[in-house]
């Protein structure tokens, strides 16, 4: 059995549902450092953070990956435990197997691979784990370890992203960018009361209705040749009190935007409130910004060596994507970052039976290795 397949297996067996990390950087951890790299424990909160660096001057090429998983759900839904990793048909199953244990460990393997044959190479190469990937905020992952980068002048050149990206065969898409995302919770303000006297109240449901239309049929920018138009999509509203007979006093909504680097956060959430205003809405809206757009630029250093490594890996012309929702390469790219993602094939994240093709798993160190090799062996 091979090194990244067992490494992989490892890790799955670890339950490491957010935040809990289970022991997955702790073994990691050990094996990187009788490699030779500085293994560095940035704990916060409730979440471990680890970063593992070899190296000293020239430039710095990170690998980026997460070690906690999403719950499996019924474990009696899978054709086997979810946390006893399984070999059928040519497929490793498990949580994890695919987002993203198998990433990690092709990551490790890939690096140690290379300080051994490059002792004394030129730059530096890195891994940046978390347990808070998977998460609802997100706030003592790589979003804290950036802030400490940013004030410790820690600097990344270029970023690697293990998260699955690809669609039916290694290789044949690269993520160059992702979307912001920005939610807004609403609370519309109302007047309970007896449906019989509707004068003697306010339906927050009705006053907001005309409003809602607006913001559905609102085009809120055409995108841009990286980047689709952006999205508004409402996710939850609730109001009433259960009766049938009583106008609720409130009404409560979710809003989410994906938006494109064709418009800016500030500009969104004024044109909501106004457009709210506009329709006479009794509003409060908080508004919470999980991550702004970034984007690799075509002709940059590790975007065009990734194309052409995944150009050979899947013997065809990668799709540049942009789409899908968000990774932690958003809190990386701010430093100044080029950031891609590749990784295994998509197709079974956070399903029940989650799993990664072996000989995917098997290719993906070579393919990651590949593109240490043309950034820092070459020149």
């Known amino acids: 059995m091979s090194e990244v397949l067992n490494l992989t297996r490892a890790l799955i067996e670890r339950r490491s549902v957010t935040p809990d990390d289970a022991g997955c950087q702790a073994l990691i951890a050990e094996r990187l450092a009788k490699a030779g790299f500085r293994c560095e424990s940035l704990r916060h909160g409730d979440v471990d953070n680890l970063w593992a660096t070899h190296g000293t001057e020239g430039p710095t090429l990170a690998f980026l ?136 109240a306010l339906n927050p449901i009705h006053a907001f209705a005309p409003a809602l239309t607006a913001l559905a049929n609102e085009r809120w920018d055409e995108g841009n040749e990286d980047f689709p138009p952006t999205s508004f999509q409402v996710s939850n509203i609730q109001s009433g009190t259960g009766a049938t007979n009583v106008i609720p006093g409130m009404l409560q909504a979710s809003m989410n935007f994906r938006y494109s680097t064709a418009s800016r956060a500030e500009d969104l959430r004024s044109r909501v409130e106004t457009l709210l205003r506009a329709h006479g809405v009794d509003f409060a809206l908080e508004w919470n910004l999980s991550g702004e757009p970034f984007l690799s630029p075509a002709g940059g250093r590790l975007r065009d060596v990734a194309l052409a490594v995944c150009r050979e890996f899947s013997g065809s012309e990668p799709e540049q994507s942009t789409g899908g929702g968000t990774s932690d390469g958003r809190f990386i790219a701010p430093l100044g970052t080029e950031v891609v993602e590749i990784g295994p094939v998509n197709a079974s994240i956070h399903k029940v039976d989650e799993n990664v093709r072996v000989d995917d798993l098997e290719h993906l160190p070579a393919l990651y290795g590949a593109v240490i090799e043309r950034l820092l062996a070459t020149g």
């Open 65 to 200: 990956g997460h070690t906690d998983v999403v719950p499996p759900g019924p474990e009696n839904d899978w054709s086997s435990p979810p946390f006893t990793p399984t070999l059928r048909e040519g497929h490793l199953f498990g949580r994890g197997a695919a987002d993203m244990k198998g990433s990690v460990a092709a990551m490790v393997v890939a690096l140690e691979a290379f300080v051994a044959r490059h002792p004394d190479h030129g730059g530096r190469v890195g891994l940046l784990l978390t347990s808070d990937e998977e998460g609802p905020t997100n706030l003592d992952g790589v979003r804290k370890v950036a802030e400490h980068f940013r004030a410790s002048g820690e600097r990344i050149d270029w970023c690697v992203v293990g998260e699955p990206s690809s669609r039916e065969r290694l290789g044949d898409l690269i993520r160059v960018g992702r979307r912001g995302s920005l939610t807004g919770t609403l609370v519309v303000h109302g007047v309970q009361g007896h449906v019989a006297y509707p004068e003697k």
